[in-house]
């Protein structure tokens, strides 16, 4: 498959370039993706969540009233999970939502991803660009040069350009990343993806 190259200002470059059907062409792994992805949104929990059981918690342990005879349900001590105010039954507890999978799975989700995106014409290559100031409104021109204004965009770019990334930092809905550092989630969320140029070497490095 080739793409047409354009500049930031809309128009075309004057040239294509082909993508590596080894990174963009691969059989895509649906499990792989469910299995990355999960593991991506399990990272960002906290896992800090927590709620006191009744040994927990401070208070009398004598019986709130007799076992037999009130016709209601029978009850202990002012701990009980029934009362206002007493301890929470089989509550959350600290824990960790991390997991393990292997690298060669991750590598296959990314790569799937990718292809995906190649397959639904969603990806949009840009020639190597930078800012010379850090400013808001030269991202938001690129975006409207694309009608892509209001889109999950993900800019992938080859190296860190502190001008590129903090003039994108305000944008809602945009995200930019380095090509070394994409993740199946961020790939399959945006919209469209705006690769650079110079980021495809930077990912026949990577999947080599």
């Given at each position: 498959m080739e793409l047409v190259v354009y500049k930031i200002s809309g128009e075309e470059a004057g040239r294509k370039i082909k993508l590596n059907d080894s990174i963009f062409g691969i059989d895509p792994n649906d499990h792989a993706i469910y299995l990355d992805v999960k593991l991506i949104q399990a990272n960002k929990r906290q896992g800090t969540h927590s709620s006191k059981e009744r040994s927990q918690l401070s208070g009398s342990s004598r019986k709130v009233k007799r076992q037999k005879g009130t016709g209601t349900a029978r009850m202990g001590d002012i701990k009980s999970p029934l009362l206002r105010g007493g301890a929470r039954a089989f509550g959350p507890r600290p824990r960790n939502y991390t997991f393990k999978i292997n690298?060669?799975?991750?590598?296959?989700?990314?790569?799937?991803?990718?292809?995906?995106?190649?397959?639904?014409?969603?990806?949009?290559?840009?020639?190597?660009?930078?800012f010379d100031t850090i400013k808001t409104k030269q991202y938001v021109n690129l975006l409207s040069k694309f009608e892509l204004t209001g889109k999950k965009i993900l800019l992938v770019l080859p190296k860190i350009d502190s001008n590129v990334f903090l003039s994108a930092r305000n944008i809602q809905k945009s995200q930019v990343t380095l090509a070394d550092s994409i993740n199946t989630y961020d790939v399959l969320n945006a919209n469209k993806l705006i690769i650079s140029e110079s980021s495809f070497s930077e990912f026949e490095k990577m999947f080599s």
């Open positions: 690298k060669k799975v991750k590598q296959l989700a990314r790569l799937s991803a990718l292809t995906y995106k190649a397959k639904q014409n969603e990806i949009l290559v840009v020639e190597d660009f930078t």
